[in-house]
């Protein structure tokens, strides 16, 4: 499908883009295939892809897969789809918001951890990334479009400006790795940055997770959002002021000189090591 079959498409069933959800088509055929194949898709594969959209990517999918799940917030695209019927016998439309699906049901469903492919729209990849983070137990892996800035947090090392709580979050139960940047000509409407192709691997358990001792995830949680809320503050601070921790400054400098960390370091210099090892001391 290409650029002016959208556009018409679009006219005439009044399904103009959504701007504040940040939706963008991609319009080239040749770069859907190449990130289907990028994503390491085999005919035995179960998909669930988030945000169907007018269908380009998942005609691709449904010929490279076994079964394509496909979740649908637009209620006016799952009714075009419903009459067009475009769509491969092997694609299963629900219309559900990406958001709000239960993982853990869509996994028992397909009898194996998902495997997630969308292009999303940009203004729901953090909440998603959190969501697959809570859910990681029911998931291989994911391949999604992010705005290059988004794309960057996910990947980015200790000590970088761009390091934050998702790039903790996601090394405590993922690897990342980069598969393909696209242009804003790639897009329509065009957005007006980059955008990458990231696909995180929950499963098999990467070798640096396997090495983290055990922890508690939701305390890890709470402590490296409240470190990153002020990262400007030491982390003895950042802690010690925290809303959802109940911890004196007393008890967190001495949990941080049990986990041998500087109590004058800041968020952004800790590596996920380091958050494990000052969880399980507070706990």
């Known amino acids: 499908m290409n650029i002016k079959e959208i556009k018409n498409i679009l006219h005439q069933e009044r399904l103009a883009p959504l701007k504040q959800l940040g939706q963008n088509f991609l319009i080239h055929p040749a770069t859907i295939e190449r990130l289907v194949q990028m994503a390491g898709i085999s005919r035995k594969d179960n998909l669930v892809e988030l945000g169907v959209g007018l269908g380009s990517l998942t005609r691709i999918l449904a010929r490279e897969a076994r079964h394509v799940t496909g979740l649908e917030i637009d209620r006016k695209i799952i009714s075009w789809h419903q009459n067009i019927k475009i769509l491969p016998e092997n694609v299963k439309l629900l219309h559900q918001d990406m958001l709000k699906a239960d993982f853990k049901d869509l996994a028992s469903g397909n009898g194996a951890p998902l495997k997630i492919i969308a292009n999303l729209p940009y203004s729901i990849a953090s909440p998603l990334v959190f969501k697959l983070i809570k859910n990681h137990q029911y998931i291989e892996w994911a391949v999604l479009m992010f705005q290059k800035e988004v794309a960057l947090r996910l990947i980015s090392s200790p000590g970088t400006k761009n390091y934050g709580i998702l790039s903790v979050l996601l090394a405590g139960c993922a690897e990342v790795e980069k598969l393909l940047e696209l242009g804003p000509s790639e897009f329509y409407p065009r957005p007006k940055i980059n955008s990458q192709v990231l696909k995180i691997r929950f499963q098999p358990v990467p070798d640096r997770v396997k090495a983290l001792p055990e922890y508690d995830k939701k305390l890890l949680a ?62």
């Open 222 to 283: 709470r402590i490296v959002k409240s470190a990153f809320q002020k990262r400007r503050k030491t982390i003895t601070t950042a802690l010690a002021n925290s809303s959802v921790l109940a911890y004196s400054k007393n008890d967190i400098v001495s949990a941080l000189d049990r986990a041998e960390i500087n109590q004058n370091s800041r968020a952004e210099k800790l590596a996920i090591e380091e958050y494990v090892a000052l969880t399980r001391q507070l706990r």
